[in-house]
Structure formats: structure tokens, C-alpha cells
């Protein structure tokens, strides 16, 4: 089957792809550098944009298998097989996923995105994905993940494997937009060689059952960094246990944990972060702030540094709180309304700007927290 | 109304009728009465504790001021129940003596907001020269107020308040603690905002220096909740330069009518 066929994209039924759409899949290409669009237990779509082939490779992690024999040494690297029950399942079964591969010097101003979709009730989805940032390449990658309001129960258990190779920057965003019977386990884990970069974020805006994820990244190279920004919105009974680690033992290797974490409606949002400083010269800092929307939800920070040499310097900082009324009356003395102006404060609060995303892509972005908030 | 300005009259912006606010169950103004004018700028003197903050909030109707009794009439509108929002829209504006902090969000959103505008906007010509004659260029990108100096505030407060062009500014201490570039700035904004668009002016301050760059006719003396003595901004604030709020209490020149 040809999945570069724009047809194909025609038989996806018109509300699962406008779903998509409102996750953060771009509907325009040429905006794109290459598209995968994994439904259910297949890839149906996979393209590269013409003006970057030769610079990026797209495609199943199936397909990727088949095509490339090295690949076993990037499958199943960073994360254990049987790290836990989930693993194990995708280690057993998968039904594919995205291989992505940005080629050495390549500069990709275009992000490549994937969307995995489930649209069948009570599906549980086994994903698997590669990333390869070769050596001195520059990226950007959006990936939205989201379950189609019919199907209910389902589950996704999603594998990433990131490899940032030396000089090479990776900016990745993933974008959840689940429904409230979806159970969700990513296991992620990245590899950061010499002056690699790596910027993580995460962005969870729509009600789900149950996720629980806390993504790695090993800083091992010289200079290497890696930076996680998570903006969490816990509502309707959500329950989100979301963290991020660093282990920082590359020699001044540096990394910088940001979170955003928002509750309401009787949801609870944890919110994670571990650094460890293995080396002399390493410096992190852990960030969250956590704003509570009402009385019936709860956020609960748990923030850990692990300090192995003297020379490392690890900082955090947490802090919950309610919108300060001060404020919102500020903002209603500039004629805002009491609604407008609490949901100018949450966007601020949620502060888009620190993803470091291109300037499109925070529109995108910016449309979504438009939409909940 | 309309009768009264064809009749040559100059219109009354705001009055205010017998006056009772609480702050956390105290008493802090009791039944004060009186009247504004458009196009002028009124001058409040008084100690702290005075009720002059208290004053300028029950007018802009921020909650925790509560209005016991009495009335608030704006353009022949009573709004003495309406919320912050409404009056805001109405045309009354207020500058903070201590603005809060707001992480998140910009201040060039704010200005943008104040503007009636969305984030995609960019600003006019005017706007632009207006920003930079308040030294704030480099200040756009700063969340609000966070790790701004006094003067940097202060003139943050009143170019929001410009661009909300609105009828009467209430301005808290807008000259206290700022440096004389500032000070020269701020004071000679207000004056252009009162003689070129008509805006009215009420400022309460401590100090004579933005006296020389507001051409403002009238003054009083707030003494415990209560208007103590009209009389020109100059001559009140060298009477209590030279002796002080007691000085007032005991002042054979008392003027105890105006206003109105």
C-alpha cells in the first residue's frame, strides 16, 4: 500500500481527522516537513514534505525495521523491556508507530508531526517510536496523541526511544487530547550525546481517566542539555501522575524542568521531577508552580534532587496557589470582564512562550488553550 | 444634563452624594458629598489614613470597599452597585499606588487589552511613540510589573491608563517614589490627557512636585474621613509644608465649601 496517497487521508471519516486537527495536527503539509498518522493499530498515512526529502526520514517503526538492520541497536536501548507490565505488553505485540530520523546537518524548520489516534471502544493501542536527531542536526517535532469522542475504555501504551546525537538540536512537543475513559502509559527515555539538546514538552489540556508517565533523559555527553516543559490541566476527575527526570553525567551537562500544573473539577495532578547531578561541573534546576482552580482537586508536588558531586549544582523551586483576586480585579479595572480576565490569568499562568517553540507552532498551541480556556 | 452644557454650563462628570464606606467593618469616610467637573483636575491632600485611597477605590468599586451609604453618580448614572468592569467601561480609571505583579502575562498584552485588542495586534504610530515617550520599549516583554522599579510602575500604570482613554483617571499617589525624570514624565502625560482629550484628573498626593506640571485649580485636605478645608493646590501644600496636617486643624483660613 502507497501511504504517501492523499486519498488515503480521505477515507479517515471527517470528524476523527477535525479531532486531530483540534490536537494539533497541521492540515496543511506544505507547513509540515513530513506527516505519519497512526489509527488504531495501523499507520495510514506517511509522507515526506518534497522540499525536505534527503533531510528527513519518516516512516512506520514496522516499515523502519524492515528497511534498516541497525535499528535493533536503537529498539528497546533506553527502555527495559521488562521495566513493567506495559513495556512487556508492547515488547510482545505492537502495531507500529513512528520512526523518525533527521539526517546529519539537516536543519528542518518545518516541524514533522505524528498523530496517533484511537477511534475503537475499549482498543488498547501499542505504539512504539524511534527518534534519531543525527549529528548536528536542527528539528522540531509535533506529535498529538488523541482518542476519537465515540470510542470509550481504551488505552494507549506508547514507547519512545529518543537518540539527540552530538551538536544536535531536537525540539519535541507532544500534545495529549484524551477522553475521560482513556488510560494512558508512555514510557519515554532520550539519550543526549556531546552539546546535543534536547527540549521535551508536554502539553495535557483535555479531561483523561488515567495517565502516568515519567519520562528520562541521560545528559550523558559533554556540555549535553536537555530541557522538560510540561503544562498540565487536570479537570474532571482526571487523574494525571506526570513527571521528568534528568540524569545529568555528562560533564557540564545541564538540565532545566519546568512544569505548569492546573486542577479543577475534582481531578488530581502530580507532578514529578527528579534530577540527578552525576558529574562535577553539572547545573539543573526543577521548576513548579501549580495553580489551584477549586477546592474539590488536588495537586501535589514532589520534586527530588540526588547529588553524587560536589561540584553539582541542583536547585528547585515549587509553589501551589489560587488566582490572587488582587489580580483579577487589575485586570477588570482594564475593563476585562471577571471571566476574561480569570482566563487571561490561566493563560499567562500556563505560559506558552517557555516551549521555545516557532512562532506558528505557539499559534497552534495558543488555539488549544483558546479552546479550554 | 444635555440641558445644562447647551445652557453654557460645564457638565458634572462625576458626583458623588453623602458618601459612607467601611474597609473590613471600620468606618473610614463618612457622608462626604461633592462634584466633579470635566476637563479639570482636582488635587486631594490628607495623612495617611485619611481615606483617600479608600475614596479613589469606592469609585472604581473595588470589593472590600463597602459603600454603607450614599451614592455614586457617573455621566448621570448611579453607579454605586455596578462591579469594577462595569465602571471601567463606563469610563472611570484607576492607578494603583502599588500595582500588583502578574506572572504570565506580558506587558505589551496588557497594553494591548487596555486597547480593547487580541495579542495579534500591533500598535499604531501613536501607540509607539507613546510607549517609548513613557521609556517602557524594553519593558514589552516583561511579565507586568514583576522586578519593575517605583518609576517604572508608575509609568506603566498611566500609559495603560492613556490608552484606555478614559474619562476620569484616578490617580493614588502617582508621584511617590519615582526619580525627577519620571516624575517631569508622568505629570506632564496627565496634563496632556485632561487639556486633549477632555479627561478629568483626581490625584491624590503627598508631595508638590507634580503640582508644576498639573495646571490643577482645585485642592482639599481629607482628615479623618471627612473633607477638611477647599482651597488652591499651592497654597494647601505650603500651609502643610510649613506646618503640617495639624497646622490645618487649627488654620483661621479654612475654607469648608467646595467642590460641588
Not at chain 1, 519520562?215 to 494525571?240: H, M
Amino acid at each position: 500500500m502507497d501511504l504517501t496517497d492523499e486519498s488515503l487521508l480521505m477515507r479517515v471519516p471527517h470528524k476523527i481527522l477535525e479531532e486531530a486537527y483540534r490536537a494539533g495536527l497541521e492540515s496543511d503539509e506544505k507547513a509540515r516537513s513530513g506527516t505519519l498518522i497512526h489509527v488504531d493499530q495501523a499507520t495510514i498515512y506517511s509522507k515526506i514534505n518534497e522540499a525536505f526529502q534527503g533531510k528527513v526520514e519518516i516512516m512506520d517503526t514496522k516499515d523502519a525495521i524492515k528497511k534498516y538492520s541497525w535499528l535493533e541497536n536503537y529498539r528497546w536501548r533506553l527502555i527495559n523491556q521488562d521495566r513493567d507490565e506495559f513495556t512487556k505488553k508492547v515488547a510482545e505485540e505492537f502495531s507500529g508507530g513512528y520512526f523518525m530520523r533527521i539526517l546529519p546537518g539537516a536543519e528542518v524548520i518545518f516541524p514533522l508531526q505524528a498523530c496517533l489516534m484511537i477511534t475503537k471502544s475499549g482498543f488498547e493501542q501499542r505504539i512504539h517510536n524511534i527518534i534519531i536527531a543525527e549529528e548536528g542536526s536542527k528539528s522540531h517535532i509535533i506529535s498529538s496523541c488523541t482518542q476519537h469522542f465515540e470510542a470509550d475504555k481504551a488505552s494507549h501504551i506508547g514507547i519512545s526511544e529518543f537518540y539527540v546525537r552530538k551538536g544536535a538540536t531536537l525540539n519535541f512537543t507532544m500534545i495529549h487530547s484524551w477522553s475521560e475513559e482513556t488510560l494512558v502509559r508512555p514510557r519515554s527515555a532520550a539519550v543526549i550525546e556531546d552539546g546535543g539538546e534536547f527540549v521535551s514538552n508536554y502539553l495535557c489540556l483535555r479531561p483523561v481517566k488515567d495517565i502516568q508517565m515519567y519520562p528520562v533523559a541521560f545528559c550523558n555527553g559533554e556540555g549535553a542539555k536537555v530541557i522538560f516543559n510540561s503544562i498540565i490541566y487536570g479537570i474532571k476527575n482526571s487523574l494525571l501522575d506526570v513527571g521528568s527526570r534528568a540524569v545529568l553525567s555528562g560533564k557540564g551537562s545541564r538540565a532545566e524542568l519546568i512544569s505548569r500544573a492546573l486542577s479543577k473539577g475534582g481531578s488530581k495532578v502530580i507532578v514529578r521531577g527528579m534530577i540527578e547531578g552525576n558529574s562535577s561541573e553539572c547545573k539543573g534546576h526543577l521548576e513548579c508552580k501549580g495553580l489551584m482552580l477549586d477546592d474539590e482537586s488536588i495537586i501535589q508536588s514532589i520534586p527530588e534532587l540526588i547529588v553524587r558531586k560536589s561540584g553539582a549544582e541542583i536547585t528547585h523551586e515549587a509553589a501551589v496557589g489560587k488566582i490572587s483576586e488582587k489580580e483579577i480585579l487589575y485586570l477588570m479595572t482594564r475593563r476585562l470582564s471577571y471571566d476574561k480576565a480569570i482566563s487571561t490569568i490561566i493563560r499567562g499562568f500556563m505560559d506558552i512562550g517557555i516551549m521555545g517553540l516557532p512562532k506558528p507552532l505557539i499559534e497552534e498551541v495558543n488555539k488549544i488553550v483558546d479552546i479550554i480556556t | 444634563m444635555a440641558l445644562q452644557s447647551l445652557l453654557g454650563e460645564e457638565m458634572s462628570l462625576l458626583e458623588v452624594k453623602d458618601l459612607t464606606v467601611k474597609v473590613e467593618d471600620k468606618v473610614i469616610l463618612s457622608g462626604i458629598s461633592f462634584i466633579l467637573k470635566e476637563r479639570e483636575s482636582y488635587i486631594m491632600f490628607g495623612p495617611n489614613g485619611s481615606g483617600k485611597t479608600t475614596l479613589l477605590n469606592a469609585i472604581m468599586g473595588m470589593p472590600h470597599y463597602e459603600v454603607v451609604s450614599g451614592e455614586i453618580i457617573f455621566l448621570g448614572e448611579d453607579i454605586t452597585d455596578k462591579s469594577v468592569d462595569e465602571r471601567a467601561r463606563l469610563g472611570i480609571s484607576i492607578g494603583f499606588q502599588h500595582p500588583p505583579e502578574i506572572t504570565g502575562i506580558k506587558l505589551a498584552d496588557l497594553l494591548r487589552l487596555c486597547l480593547g485588542k487580541d495579542q495579534n495586534y500591533d500598535f499604531s504610530e501613536e501607540e509607539w511613540q507613546l510607549i517609548k515617550a513613557f521609556m517602557l520599549t524594553d519593558f514589552l516583554d516583561r511579565d507586568v510589573n514583576v522586578g519593575f522599579s517605583g518609576g517604572e510602575r508608575k509609568r506603566a500604570e498611566i500609559l495603560q491608563m492613556i490608552l484606555l482613554k478614559p474619562k476620569i483617571l484616578l490617580l493614588d499617589e502617582p508621584d511617590s517614589g519615582i526619580d525627577v525624570e519620571s516624575l517631569k514624565l508622568i505629570g506632564s502625560e496627565i496634563q496632556r490627557d485632561v487639556e486633549n482629550t477632555g479627561s478629568t484628573a483626581l490625584i491624590v498626593t503627598h508631595q508638590g512636585g507634580i503640582l508644576n506640571y498639573i495646571k490643577a485649580k482645585h485642592a482639599c485636605v481629607l482628615l479623618a474621613g471627612r473633607f477638611y478645608c477647599f482651597r488652591g493646590p499651592k497654597r494647601i501644600y505650603k500651609s502643610i509644608e510649613a506646618k503640617g496636617y495639624e497646622g490645618c486643624v487649627n488654620c483661621p483660613d479654612r475654607v469648608i465649601e467646595g467642590w460641588t
